[in-house]
C-alpha cells in the first residue's frame, strides 16, 4: 500500500529541537523527492522545504534555513525532518508529502503522512 | 511569491456551481496546483499543472488559468465537497507557497 506514516506528536521546551520520522512504503524510494509542510492549527500551509530521495539534495525555506535540516535514510525508507531552536509559534502540524520528481525542488505533492503535531512549551 | 485566494469564505447549496480563484503576485506559468482539506485530515491534492485533475477525483472538479490568475471550479456542488481550499505554486526555482485557502461551507 502506498503511504507516509509519520512519528507520534511531541511536546519540547522552547529552545530545544524535535526529529519528525515519515516511513514511506509502497513505492520505489529514490523516484521521488519529499517535501515538509507545516500547519498552525485554524491556519493555513507553510512550506518548510524539500529534499531529493535520489541525492539527499535540500531546498529549505529561507526563514528555516539556519535551524532545519531533512535527511533520509535509504535502508528503511524513512525521511526525517530535525527542527531546532524551537519556539512558541512553532506549534503545528507538521506533514511530508510525496513529491513528483527526486531532482525538482519545487512541485506538487501527491500523497502526505497523516500528520505530527509538535507542541511547543513551558 | 504572494498567493491570495478569494473569496476567505463561501456559503453555498448543494448542487451549485462554485467558482474559487487565486492569484499570484507574479507570473506562475503553469505550476499550479489545487488542494482541498476537511477537519482533521490531511491535505489532498485536487488538480495540478492548472488543469491535470489527479488520479481519483471526480470530473466536476476542472481548474484553469495562466499566468497571474487561476480558477477552480466544482460544476454542481456534493455534500463532501464542504471543506477548505488552498492554492499552491510551485514555480520553478522558486520557493513553494500556498494561497490562504478558501472555505466553503454550507448556505
Known amino acids: 500500500q502506498v503511504q507516509l506514516v509519520q512519528s507520534a506528536g511531541e511536546v519540547r521546551r522552547p529552545g530545544a529541537s524535535v526529529k519528525v520520522a515519515c516511513k514511506t512504503s509502497?513505492?520505489?524510494?529514490?523516484?521521488?523527492?519529499m517535501a515538509w509542510v507545516r500547519q498552525v492549527p485554524g491556519q493555513g500551509l507553510e512550506w518548510l522545504g524539500w529534499i531529493s530521495a535520489y541525492k539527499e539534495n535540500t531546498n529549505y525555506a529561507q526563514k528555516f534555513q539556519d535551524r532545519i535540516t531533512m535527511t533520509t535514510d535509504t535502508s528503511t525508507t524513512t525521511v526525517f525532518m530535525e527542527l531546532r531552536r524551537l519556539r512558541y509559534d512553532d506549534t503545528a502540524v507538521y506533514y511530508c508529502?510525496?513529491?513528483?520528481?527526486?531532482?525538482?525542488?519545487?512541485?506538487?505533492?501527491?500523497?502526505w503522512g497523516q500528520g505530527t503535531l509538535v507542541t511547543v512549551s513551558s | 511569491i504572494v498567493m491570495t485566494q478569494s473569496p476567505p469564505t463561501l456559503s453555498v447549496s448543494p448542487g451549485e456551481r462554485v467558482t474559487l480563484s487565486c492569484r499570484a503576485s507574479q507570473s506562475v506559468s503553469s505550476d499550479l496546483a489545487w488542494y482541498q482539506q476537511k477537519p482533521g485530515q490531511a491535505p489532498r491534492l485536487l488538480i495540478y499543472d492548472v488543469s491535470t485533475r489527479a488520479p481519483g477525483i471526480p470530473a466536476r472538479f476542472s481548474g484553469s488559468g495562466s499566468g497571474t490568475d487561476f480558477t477552480l471550479t466544482i460544476s454542481s456542488l456534493q455534500s463532501e465537497d464542504f471543506a477548505v481550499y488552498y492554492c499552491?505554486?510551485?514555480?520553478?526555482?522558486?520557493?513553494?507557497?500556498f494561497g490562504g485557502g478558501t472555505k466553503v461551507d454550507i448556505k
Open positions: 499552491q505554486q510551485y514555480n520553478y526555482r522558486r520557493p513553494v507557497t
Open positions: 508529502a510525496r513529491t513528483d520528481s527526486y531532482i525538482r525542488e519545487s512541485s506538487w505533492s501527491d500523497l
Open positions: 509502497g513505492y520505489v524510494f529514490n523516484s521521488f523527492g
